[in-house]
């Protein structure tokens, strides 16, 4: 009988648990001096029913963090005027350090526009054109926060990453493209593969660090993963679950988890795993724009 590689699960929950702590310590630093907590916007127009259940939790993590926490919610017909003038009132409000509108947006509003109109320096999404222009070119920026927790979790199993071979699987703006450049930032051989990659599979194959961000339930297979690889999967699916019950469902990431766990050298479960780095990492963005803003010297956690 041939014994399998035992695959480290990467502890996602935990590592977030301790970044979220360190982070608000720096904040109770940052209270101290200056006289104010950092402060976080979210905007949140519509009621999309995971939306208003993201936006709960990030108001209530930024208040367990010990910051100031502004919630607006806002009706679904709200026009895009209305939503431009709230971020520029937001822009202006010394009080806030960050701001977060919520995706996606009512089709009538466009989310290009309103991304554009926040204050870089504040965009704690790091979704503005400024902030991947100089995620880019090597210059400090505020960085996207699903792939910035991703490389934590990565760092957190192997540190000294120049020279490997990553392949991440998806180009969207938010995940894939600054995955992309945070890990050739880190200088590892960087191939970002799409919908339109020819032989996926061989592609993985090659990868000691495999980031699965497509949105596609399992699409990865165990024998798409290289022996000893570190594998982040970023997908949250929801699919029928049968065995549960008439009606039932479940979460599964982007990686046939079963099958990968059997070839990674580490790996990230669905649900525990990048999951709840992203609000971690939102909080761990607007203390550092609390800090670029305000000149006040405090340890942010960095990757
Ligand atoms: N919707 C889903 N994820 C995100 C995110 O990271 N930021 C924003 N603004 N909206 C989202």
């Known amino acids: 009988m041939t014994t399998l590689p035992t695959s480290r699960i990467i502890d996602g929950k935990a590592f977030a648990e301790g970044l979220r702590r360190r982070v608000a310590e720096a904040a109770a630093d940052f209270l101290s001096r200056s006289g104010r907590a950092p402060g976080l916007a979210v905007v949140l127009a519509g009621e999309d029913p995971a939306s208003s259940v993201y936006v709960r939790n990030k108001a209530q993590q930024t208040v367990e963090a010990g910051m100031a926490s502004f919630e607006h919610r806002l009706p679904a017909e709200t026009g895009e005027a209305e939503l431009l003038a709230l971020v520029a009132r937001l822009n ?3 009080a806030v350090d960050g701001i977060l509108v919520q995706l996606p947006l009512p089709a009538h509003i466009d989310a290009q526009k309103v991304i554009e109109a926040i204050d870089p320096a ?3 999404d790091g979704f503005h054109p400024e902030n991947a222009g100089r995620l880019m070119t090597g210059l400090p920026a505020l960085v996207p926060c699903t792939p ?5 979790l990565i760092k957190s199993i192997e540190p000294a990453l120049a020279g490997l071979e990553a392949v991440v699987v998806g180009r969207s703006n938010i995940v894939g ?3 992309a450049q945070l ?3 880190e200088s590892c051989t960087v191939t970002v593969a799409h919908s339109k990659t020819r032989d996926l599979p061989a592609v993985c194959r090659r990868a000691d660090i495999l980031v699965a961000a497509v949105g596609r339930p399992q699409m990865v297979r165990g024998d798409w993963v290289k022996p000893g690889a570190i594998v982040i999967d970023v997908g949250i699916n929801r699919i029928p679950a049968p065995e549960r019950g008439e009606g039932k469902t479940r979460l599964v990431g982007d990686v046939a988890y079963d099958e990968a766990v059997q070839h ?6 669905v649900p525990g795993g990048v999951g709840p780095m992203t609000i971690a990492c939102l909080l761990r963005n607007t203390l550092a724009a609390a800090v670029a803003r305000t000149g006040v010297v405090v340890d942010v956690p960095s990757a």
């Open 177 to 179: 493209k600054p995955m």
């Open 148 to 152: 910035l927790g991703c490389l934590m």
């Open 92 to 94: 202006a409000d010394d």
């Open 264 to 269: 990674a050298g580490a790996i990230t479960p």
């Open 122 to 124: 504040k965009d704690v």
């Open 183 to 185: 890990l050739l930032a």
